[in-house]
């Protein structure tokens, strides 16, 4: 099975191409698929176009616009209790602020670093805003790298909700 093949559908954004995983009506995973797509992928955008579909879109078009205004639409988080536990903290993270893995760490009597494995294993960041979470000496990582892409990614999605939140 194709990659493309497990998107409902791939929409652009700011950032890059998304593709978005559903299960009936709940998504259950955004993945960045980067600037480029494929010519198999390109068959995948907008290849669904259903109430949920567009309601996903425009949530994720109306973060991108006015991050503090979102509605996140209904999803399935599938992960370990710990996991659940971090993604909860996460969703609590307001737009504009960030936090740090040893703070969220604390708050759940864990480790730094298992708080960034369970931010790795995030299916719907953006939602889950896990690109608020940051060292202590800098922007740590995202998607489970520390440069790249990824870094831009969150780096972006850090400054477009600095500038949108400080209006």
């Excluded at 639409?73 to 909860?88: H, I, S």
Aim: net charge positive; hydrophobic share 35%; charged share 20%.
């Amino acid at each position: 099975m194709a990659v493309e093949e497990n998107y409902a559908t791939i929409m652009e954004s700011p950032v890059g191409y998304l593709g978005l995983q559903l299960d009936g009506q709940t998504l259950i995973g955004i993945d960045f698929l980067g600037k480029r797509i494929s010519p198999g992928q390109v068959q995948c955008l907008n290849k669904l176009s259903n109430e949920t579909v567009k309601r996903i879109q425009s949530a994720l078009n109306g973060y991108f616009s006015d991050p503090e205004k979102v509605i996140p639409p209904a999803t399935f988080l599938n992960g370990t209790e710990f996991q659940k536990k971090v993604w909860q903290v996460l969703s609590l993270i307001k737009p504009g602020q960030t936090r740090t893995y040893g703070d969220i760490a604390g708050e759940l009597d864990s480790s730094p670093r298992a708080v960034g494995n369970a931010c790795r294993r995030n299916p719907v960041p953006i939602f889950i805003p896990c690109h608020r979470v940051v060292s202590a000496s800098g922007r740590g990582g995202f998607m489970g790298k520390t440069s790249g892409e990824a870094m831009d990614i969150k780096e972006w999605l850090l400054a477009n909700e600095q500038k949108t939140t400080a209006a």
